[in-house]
């Protein structure tokens, strides 16, 4: 197979990586901790955390779970917080311990954090105390060791800390009213780790580091298993390229560069092993193509295409065109059953009325201006060939989504052709 992609790499990017001198990610946070001990690690509410800061908390935590909350090497603990400060402390807490990280969306619903917290085993969970209502609803329905809960400015000190916690709690009135009597303060699981030794666990780049799970756009949300050598290969091929910017650090981490994190912590691109063909491919489900410099293109998901007659629609396709319109806010595509064709196309549309009400004299002049089947259909007429147009136009108030803002397709299919497999 040619891979034109490796001619536009910079001179000096090897093609290829060498396996990690570090056998874990506890053996590699170790070393650069130790490396930059005195530079920080993260900002948070103005408040900056060295890595030596880092270290010690991390340390303490890893203590608490195995010491205090009675937890074993290969445990999974659940992760439910925003981007704080705490998180990295009780990321790297769980791997030193040589246990699992389940990140979890603090955003989940009752049935949601159920449902990944039983598949994923979890036996912890350290969760900021604004989501602590939703884990009361489930509490009695799980086997949690160990329940952790923390205020947002727990380590932001001590004024800026108590004021931030006072403002959320009692002004913003963010925290809900929760009963769990078996729950500790992250600040009391610090106090608890710290009284004790931290002692190394022993752990290989095999050993399970994260249980990643998808955004369930497609289905139900999946645990990608990552491992430690598969964390470490990729910091890897970050620093090569880092490297080359003179960047890098004696430990493959960022010794002079601040990364702006926008994107939550517990949210990231995960890949399993099983996904992997034969031959080298990633089998993601995605249909993609790629241009004569190597660029791939990401078209749509194998499974939401619809066949019309023998042809290939891509559902993605006709939403762009139909978004477009300037009277729709957003749409959705799927197929649904026809005799004639096998399948046609369908569109679920979201119109965007906004200042036609106002503008409108009466109901019969709102009904004229309002966006129509006809109209949406000539529209998509002048972009796409007559297979692809929607045979079938829905207009609703909203669509289904996903917790992160994605139009969930299998919902409309449930709704508008409850027989699909």
Request: charged share 20%.
């Amino acid at each position: 197979m040619s891979k034109p992609w490796l001619e536009h790499y910079p001179p000096g990017i090897p093609h290829t990586i060498a396996p990690s001198p570090f056998a874990s990610l506890a053996e590699f946070f170790d070393d650069a901790c130790v490396d930059g001990a005195a530079l920080p690690a993260y900002t948070n509410f103005g408040v900056t955390m060295s890595y030596a800061q880092l270290h010690q908390r991390a340390q303490a935590f890893a203590n608490y779970l195995r010491n205090d909350a009675g937890l074993q090497t290969g445990d999974r603990a659940a992760l439910m917080m925003p981007n704080l400060l705490q998180y990295p402390v009780a990321l790297f807490g769980v791997l030193l311990a040589g246990m699992t990280v389940v990140n979890t969306n603090p955003l989940y619903t009752a049935p949601e954090l159920r449902y990944q917290l039983s598949d994923s085993g979890a036996k912890a969970i350290v969760a900021v105390e604004n989501y602590a209502s939703v884990l009361v609803e489930i509490r009695d329905q799980l086997p949690l060791k160990a329940i952790v809960l923390t205020g947002i400015g727990d380590l932001l000190g001590l004024v800026k800390g108590l004021a931030i916690n006072v403002a959320v709690k009692y002004i913003k009135k963010q925290v809900s009213s929760y009963d769990l009597p078996d729950a500790v303060s992250f600040k009391q699981a610090l106090a608890m780790g710290t009284a004790k030794a931290f002692k190394r666990v022993a752990l290989a780049s095999d050993d399970l580091a994260f249980l990643q799970y998808t955004g369930g756009t497609t289905g139900v949300a999946k645990g990608a298993m990552l491992s430690h050598g598969n964390i470490l290969a990729n910091v890897e091929q970050s620093a090569q390229w880092l490297m080359q910017t003179g960047r890098a650090g004696k430990s493959l981490g960022m010794r002079c560069e601040t990364v702006i994190t926008a994107l939550p912590l517990y949210h990231i691109f995960s890949l399993t092993a099983k996904m992997i063909t034969e031959d080298g491919w990633l089998r993601t489900g995605d249909i993609a193509r790629m241009d004569e410099r190597g660029y791939f293109y990401l078209v749509d998901r194998l499974k939401d295409i619809v066949v019309v007659s023998g042809f290939n629609v891509y559902p993605t396709e006709v939403e762009q065109v139909l978004n477009n319109h300037p009277q729709v806010l957003e749409c959705g595509v799927i197929g649904v059953p026809d005799e004639r064709s096998g399948e046609a196309v369908m569109a679920v549309v979201v119109r965007n009325d906004q200042g036609l009400h106002e503008d409108a004299l009466n109901q019969d002049s709102l009904n004229q201006a309002l966006l129509n089947q006809d109209a949406l259909r000539s529209w998509a007429r002048e972009s796409l060939t007559a297979y692809k147009i929607p045979k079938h136009i829905e207009f609703s108030d909203e669509l289904p989504k996903s917790n992160v803002g994605k139009i969930l397709r299998r919902e409309l299919v449930a709704r508008y052709n409850p027989n699909a497999e």
